[in-house]
C-alpha cells in the first residue's frame, strides 16, 4: 500500500543558520512525539543548506530533498547543481517541476522530463509538481492540463521508475494565497490523477503511488484534505517554516 508523507518545501527561506535551526527544532518535535505509523516526512531546505541539515537530522525520520537539480550530470553548465551532487551529499527526493521553476525560470515540459530522468539515475526519487492556473480551473481545463504535464514530463518512464516517483498536485491559484483547494477539488483531481496513473502503468503502480496535495496547506485544514481517499499527504510550503505548525501537520492523519 502507498506511503502517505509530508514534505515541506523551504522554497528561497530561511538563512543557512536558521535552516539548521528550524532541522534542530523538527528533530526535536518528532523525537518528542514520533510520526504516526507508515507517514514519511521530508524536507527540501535550499542547496546551500543541505550538508549542515544533513547533519542535524535522522534519515529514518527525516528524509532530505532538494528543490531542484540541474538537466545536466556535469560540465560547462554555471550555477547548475547537478544530480549526482546531491545524491552525494545524501538527498534522497528532489522536487521537479515545482510551478515556480515552470512559470519564472521557464522550465518546460522537455527539461522537467530530462530532470526526472537525471533524479532517477542518480538513485533519488523525484517529487513531480503538477497543476493548474487560475483561468485554466475557470475555464475547466484542470484535468487536460494535468493530463499534459504528466504525459509530456513523466509518462515515457518505465513501470520500475515511474514506481519511485511521488506525485505532488498543487494548483498554482492555491500556492501561498491562503486559497485552499476544498477538499472535494482536492480529491476530484486526485482520482482523476491516479486513473491516468491505473491507464497507462496498471492498477498496482496506481494504488502504490503517492499523490501529495501542495497549497497553501496548513494545521487547521490539512486533516480534511489528508482524510480524503485519493490524497496520501502534503508538499508545504509556508507552514514548513515553522517547525510546531510543520509537525501538526505530520500529526493530521
Ligand atoms: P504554500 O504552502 O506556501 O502555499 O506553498 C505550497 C507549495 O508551493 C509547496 O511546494
Redesign the pocket.
Known sequence: MRKQIV???W?LNPTPSNGVQLATDLMKLLNENPQPEGVGVAI?PPFTHLMEVAKVIDPKKICLAA?NCSFAESGAFTGEVAAPMLSDIGVMAV?IG???RRSIFHEDHAILATKVDQVLKHGMRPIF?CGEVLQERNAGIQNQIVENQLKESVFHLEPGQFAKLII?Y?PVW?????V?ASKEQAQEIHRFIRSLIRARYGQQIADDTTILY?????ASNAAELFAQPDVDG???????LDAVEFHKIIHSF
Request: hydrophobic residues 30%; aromatic residues 0%; neutral net charge.
Open positions: 514534505a515541506g518545501n522554497k527540501a528543490q522536487i515545482h510551478s515556480e509538481c505532488a498543487e492555491a500556492i501561498g494565497t491562503g485552499v501542495g497549497g497553501s496547506c496548513k502534503g508538499l508545504i510550503g509556508g507552514a514548513s
